[in-house]
Each structure stands twice: as structure tokens, then as C-alpha cells.
């Protein structure tokens, strides 16, 4: 399994991560072996939200790695906060603390790797924002701080009153959701994939040394884009080619479109499926050409001015 550094800390994590949104549908017994599984392929990173299944995907976390034989600092665990679902946002220092405590108590652990705020916050007060991750860092609960969903600018606001640095920008990527990528190719153009959505959030983010997370690396309209989704019959075909050729899935090649771009984009992937983890994984080992990559994108329904 490749490894990345994570943004300017010298945490070292596979390249590929699972994403922990969906376990609470997996029984204590069967997670326990699926993190064994995991980590067995080279997975030590593992990513959180104080919201996933309304806190159940920590705490059956929590119980489950008690079963493995995987010790604590083998693996980097992530999570979010800032999200109240159905309600608001909330950034303030007094959400922040007390999802922090939340979070550690049902994971059953002493320290988070990393936190991240997971949608900006339209009444975001920097200032608490940086309280909340000074206390959070002093008290050693929190060893690493990002962001998820953000803008460019919206991370220099909150840059600009942390005492430490952001490591971390979560973003949806896929090759059909390809937004970051689309309007810096579409420069200049009218077309549609040339607006502006995310504020050229790759160069921002390779510029300033955070490392992107890509969620959601498999879906399109409809669900999922690879196999049987109608919607995406070219990218079918590209990816079907190109998994003979390399003797893997396309779900292997899917992923591995991702881990080719240069921004050293690590990807999450939520699937609680054995053997598709296992695809995953292996694209760690796939260096797709320029040609391929670019014919790839093509085939998902994107130009080329």
C-alpha cells in the first residue's frame, strides 16, 4: 500500500482510507474482522463524523477495534464536527469542545489524529474556532486540524487566527463529479463545467501544503457510476478496457484515476464490502499514462476546449 504524507505534519497514511459513514450497519463480530482486513491490506486510516449514523458508526468503532489485535497507534483516526443535522452549522468553541469529548467517548480513545470542521459555518467566528483547537491541541486530544467542504478563502480566514497549521481539505472527486478539476481544464470557456464551485481548491491546497481527501470517489447520478448504471455507458466501456489490460476491476481503476493526479489526493472510501476494499487497495499499485487518465475523463462526460 502507498503511503502520502498528511499535509505538513509527519503522519504517514495509506493512500487509500476507509470511510466510516456505513458501519453501523455491520454487526460488532463482522466490523471487528473487516478493520483486521483492512489493515492487513496496508489501510491504517480511518475516517469519522460526529453525525455518521448518528454517532452509532463511532461507538460501534469503538467497541469493534477492542476486538482486533490492532493497537492504537498503528492507525490514524479522523473525525468531524461542526454539523447539527436538520438545524445549523455550528463552529462556536463550545460545540467544537464538547463534540471533541463526544467523539473521544465513543470511540474509546484518548486522542483524535485528526479533526476536521465538516461544512463552513455562514456565522463562523474565527477567533473561537482558534480557541477551540489551541485548547483542543494543549490538552492533547487533538493532534491535527483540517477542514472539509471549504473554499479557498474561507481557509485563509480561518487560517489567519490558528496558531497551527490546516493539514486537511475533505472534497467530494469522482471522475463524473470532477468540479476542481473541470474549471481549471474549462479556463476562460462558457461551458458549464468551467464555473466556479470550488475556487481552484486543487492548486489552493497544493500551494499551501493540505492534503485533499476525496469522499464519495465512486458516485454519480444515481448512485454509484461503475457497473450497471446507465447513465455512464462510455465511462463503462473506458473502464472496462482499461481493467483488462491491467487485470483488475473497474473499481480499481476508478480509484486509481484518482491517486494518479499530482496533488497526491488520498482517497475515502466508505464501502463495508470485503472484497471491493480489496480492489480499492490495489490501485495504490496502478500508475495510469496521461493518455489514459485524460481518456478517462473524457469518456465521464467532461471536454476539452
Not at 169 to 185: A, E, K, T, V
Not at 188 to 195: D, E, I, K, L, V
Amino acid at each position: 500500500m502507498k503511503t502520502i504524507k498528511i499535509g505538513s505534519t509527519n503522519v504517514n497514511a495509506s493512500a487509500v482510507g476507509l470511510g466510516c459513514m456505513r458501519i453501523s450497519q455491520m454487526g460488532e463480530e463482522q466490523l471487528a474482522h473487516y478493520l483486521d482486513h483492512c489493515v492487513s491490506l496496508g489501510i491504517n486510516f480511518f475516517d469519522h463524523a460526529d453525525i455518521y449514523g448518528d454517532g452509532e458508526c463511532e461507538r460501534i468503532f469503538g467497541r469493534a477495534l477492542k476486538k482486533t489485535s490492532i493497537k492504537r497507534s498503528e492507525i490514524i483516526i479522523q473525525s468531524k464536527c461542526g454539523i447539527v443535522p436538520g438545524k445549523m452549522y455550528d463552529m462556536s468553541r463550545e460545540h467544537i469542545i464538547s463534540s471533541v469529548d463526544n467523539i473521544l467517548s465513543r470511540l474509546q480513545t484518548e486522542y483524535l489524529d485528526f479533526l476536521l470542521l465538516h461544512r463552513p459555518d455562514a456565522l463562523i467566528e474565527p477567533e473561537e474556532v482558534a480557541r477551540a483547537f489551541d485548547e483542543l491541541k494543549s490538552s492533547g486530544k487533538v493532534r491535527n486540524f483540517g477542514v472539509s467542504n471549504f473554499r479557498p478563502m474561507q481557509i485563509e480566514l480561518l487560517k489567519r487566527h490558528l496558531e497551527g497549521p490546516l493539514s486537511v481539505c475533505q472534497m467530494q472527486l469522482s471522475l463524473p463529479h470532477s468540479l476542481m478539476i473541470s474549471q481549471g481544464l474549462e479556463a476562460n470557456m462558457t461551458s458549464s463545467g468551467a464555473a466556479d464551485r470550488t475556487g481552484d481548491i486543487i492548486d489552493y491546497c497544493r500551494l499551501n501544503g493540505l492534503t485533499i481527501q476525496a469522499w464519495s470517489p465512486f458516485s454519480g447520478r444515481n448512485g454509484s457510476f461503475i457497473e450497471d448504471n446507465s447513465g455512464y455507458p462510455d465511462l463503462n466501456w473506458v473502464l472496462g478496457e482499461l481493467s483488462g489490460k491491467y487485470g483488475v476491476t473497474k473499481t480499481t481503476i476508478a480509484a486509481a484515476w484518482i491517486l494518479r493526479h499530482p496533488a497526491n489526493i488520498q482517497l475515502l472510501s466508505g464501502t463495508t464490502n470485503f472484497g471491493r476494499i480489496a480492489d480499492i487497495a490495489k490501485a495504490t499499485n496502478i500508475e495510469l499514462s496521461r493518455e489514459e487518465w485524460y481518456k478517462l475523463y473524457l469518456s465521464a462526460g467532461h471536454i476539452l476546449p
